[in-house]
Every structure is written in structure tokens, then in C-alpha cells.
């Protein structure tokens, strides 16, 4: 993996789990369990790093919603 690709990464779990109260390691169990790092953040990065943080937050709690995981 890319640099920039890993510190997207670390950037995305990060921000969810502060919006959610989360620990970083629980948020990271659960993108890998629903394959968000590399079905999705990692895939779409070219886009998903354009957009500021609320926007990458609110989509990857959407995402994950859809997946049938609700956090907030």
C-alpha cells in the first residue's frame, strides 16, 4: 500500500471513530470485517480524499449503514 493510500486509511478510521466514540482499533475491526479498506476506501481514493472530513464520515457511516452496522 501506498503512503498516501495508508495515512488516507489511518486518517478515515481515525475521524469515524471519533464521531462515533469509538476506539480507532474497534473502528479498524469493523472495516475490515465489512471489507471498507479494501472494497472501498482503498479502491475509491482517488475521489474519497478530495472531500473534506464531515463528508468522508457521513459517507462511511452511510456505507456501513448499508452493510447493517449502525454506530450513531
Do not use: W
Amino acid at each position: 500500500m501506498d503512503k498516501d493510500i495508508l495515512e488516507f486509511v489511518t486518517y478515515a478510521i481515525g475521524s469515524v471513530a471519533e464521531r462515533v466514540h469509538k476506539s480507532p482499533a474497534e473502528i479498524y475491526k469493523l472495516f475490515m470485517k465489512l471489507n471498507i479498506i479494501a472494497g472501498y476506501l482503498i479502491p475509491a481514493y482517488d475521489v474519497l480524499h478530495t472531500f473534506g472530513r464531515q463528508y468522508l464520515v457521513d459517507d462511511l457511516l452511510e456505507f456501513m449503514q448499508e452493510k447493517g452496522v449502525k454506530l450513531c
